[in-house]
């Protein structure tokens, strides 16, 4: 099992939403976020003096997959938030190690299947 978690730009929820659809991918759980990467948040919204980190809105998106949805998931993720341009994203991909679905007692496959 894999924990797939992405930040994005916030305005390219919808089509991430809609990729993931198409792939199957149908669960998820998403917040909004901080953060900044490899411009620490300046180029992307003003030229701006790097003395400091300047946080960003993005969007989280987490998804527990088992392995043969790994890939579609990423894809998908990538479909729909790619533009070319800095600030895109990022995709994190962590072993997960149980997952229990709490009405039923589920765990591991069944659970996040
Ligand atoms: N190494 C990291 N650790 C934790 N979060 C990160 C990391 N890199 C990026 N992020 C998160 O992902 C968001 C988007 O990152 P971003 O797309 O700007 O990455 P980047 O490496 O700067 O690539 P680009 O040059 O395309 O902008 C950041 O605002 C931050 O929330
Ligand atoms: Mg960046």
Partial sequence: MKLVIAYIQPHKLQDVKKA????????????????????????????GVKYEVNLLKKVRIEIAVNEDFMQKTIDA?????????????KIFVLDLVE??????????????G
């Fill in 77 to 89: 993720i990538v479909e729909g938030a790619h533009s070319g341009t800095i600030g895109d994203g």
């Fill in 99 to 112: 997952c229990v679905r709490i009405r039923t007692g589920d765990k591991g496959r069944a659970a996040i």
């Fill in 20 to 47: 993931l659809y198409k792939a199957e991918v149908h669960k998820m759980s998403v917040t909004n976020a901080l953060g900044c990467g490899e411009q620490r948040g300046y180029e992307e919204s003003y030229r």
